[in-house]
């Protein structure tokens, strides 16, 4: 079931700010997704914030196991009402790394796409299972060993002190 709301309905509210709730399963993240929204007017513009959480199901990119990864993110987008290639009667600042969603004309908002694409921007570039994932062979800090033979020259260097 895929979520919209409606312009006209947040337009309606006393304040205009409309209130929503998701608590969907995702397919996409194979877990449930849980949301509150706040969907406001600000004239050409509607501001939406929130908090969306769950339990997503990722891939380890080391050892390619599947994991249960905590998702804990903020929301926060801004669509213009309509088409940004029209002139609007006010501007509004951006702030660095914030975007405009352009609705075209649209007169509802997507939700369930609004927390797809938000969830995929928050997940990590790399996707690690745990601290001590090495590819498949889990070991502990104590019994870690790395070697680098690069760093093998620092083994036989002598160092005098000079004396003035």
């Known amino acids: 079931m895929h979520n919209k709301i409606l312009i006209e309905d947040i337009e309606k509210e006393a304040d205009k700010i409309l209130t929503y709730e998701f608590n969907e399963f995702m397919?996409?993240?194979?877990?449930?997704i849980e949301a509150d929204l706040e969907f406001e007017s600000l004239g050409d513009y509607i501001k939406v914030i929130?908090?969306?959480q769950g339990k997503i199901k990722l891939t380890c990119d080391r050892c390619l196991t599947e994991f249960d990864y905590d998702l804990d993110i903020n929301i926060e987008e801004t669509y213009a009402k309509y088409s940004l290639q029209e002139e609007y009667g006010t501007e509004l600042e951006l702030?660095?790394?914030e975007f405009i969603i352009d609705l075209n004309g649209e007169k509802?908002?997507?939700?369930?796409?609004?927390?797809?694409q938000s969830v995929i921007l928050a997940l990590p570039n790399k996707k690690v299972c745990g601290i001590n994932c090495n590819e498949g062979m889990?070991?502990?800090d104590e019994n870690m060993v790395i070697h680098d033979d690069r760093m093998d020259v620092f083994k036989n260097i002598k160092i005098e002190r000079q004396e003035n």
Do not use: K, P, R, T
């Open 27 to 32: 397919e996409e993240f194979g877990s449930n």
């Open 50 to 52: 929130g908090n969306a």
């Open 95 to 97: 702030s660095g790394g």
């Open 108 to 116: 509802e908002i997507d939700v369930y796409d609004l927390l797809y």
């Open 138 to 140: 889990f070991v502990s």
